[in-house]
């Protein structure tokens, strides 16, 4: 990962389960658009969401389209502190999966574009993947990890997307593939 900070202050482009569950203070939340990404069931995962013996899935920005989610605003005295979470948090043991970049985005609720950390699929990994609606659902229905079931990582991001006012065409099909709870079982 970098060493050096980004310009201040800090915003994060958030477009999962950053969304529902960012983990780090922040002083603002705003609707953002990340062009050049979209976000996509493209990783495999042996911790979060699933183990090494059933893996899950779980999402990543991957090159093409754009991305609606949120820019979380940092304070300046926070932005190394929260950092050092997001590494930590985004490549669990090391594994490096995704690579910081700073992209720029466009902050909805004001049009003023900032320049953001996220977190992009790194495409050279292993655990990098394009499934298929149909086979991203049935892993998913799968998988569960050290921070539950695949499926409620799903649901939560759609949820919590819908709220935002965001449809997400890609996984609303995921979800709508999904068997019921009972049948994965």
């Known amino acids: ?43 495999t995962s042996r911790h979060y969401r699933g183990t090494a013996e059933v893996p899950g899935l779980v999402l990543g920005l991957d090159r093409g389209g754009a991305c609606r989610g949120v820019a979380f605003r940092v304070a300046a005295g926070e932005a190394e502190a929260v950092l050092a979470y997001l590494d ?5 043991a090391g594994e490096a999966v995704y690579t910081r970049r700073r992209l720029p985005v466009r902050l909805l609720d004001s049009g003023h574009m900032v320049h953001a950390v996220t977190y992009v699929a790194d495409r050279r990994h292993g655990a990098y993947c394009r499934p298929e609606a149909e086979v991203a659902a049935a892993t998913i229905a799968r998988g569960v990890g050290q921070a539950g079931a695949n499926r409620d990582y799903l649901m939560n991001t759609v949820q919590h997307l819908r709220a935002l006012g965001i449809r997400d065409a890609a996984l609303d099909r995921i979800a709508a593939l999904l068997p019921p709870a009972s049948a994965t079982v």
């Open 88 to 92: 930590a948090r985004e490549n669990l």
């Open 1 to 43: 990962m970098p060493d050096t900070l980004p310009e201040l202050p800090l915003y994060v482009f958030a477009y999962g389960s950053l969304i529902w569950r960012p983990g780090f203070r922040h002083e603002g939340m705003h609707p953002a658009l990340l062009r050049g990404f979209h976000r996509r069931f493209c990783l």
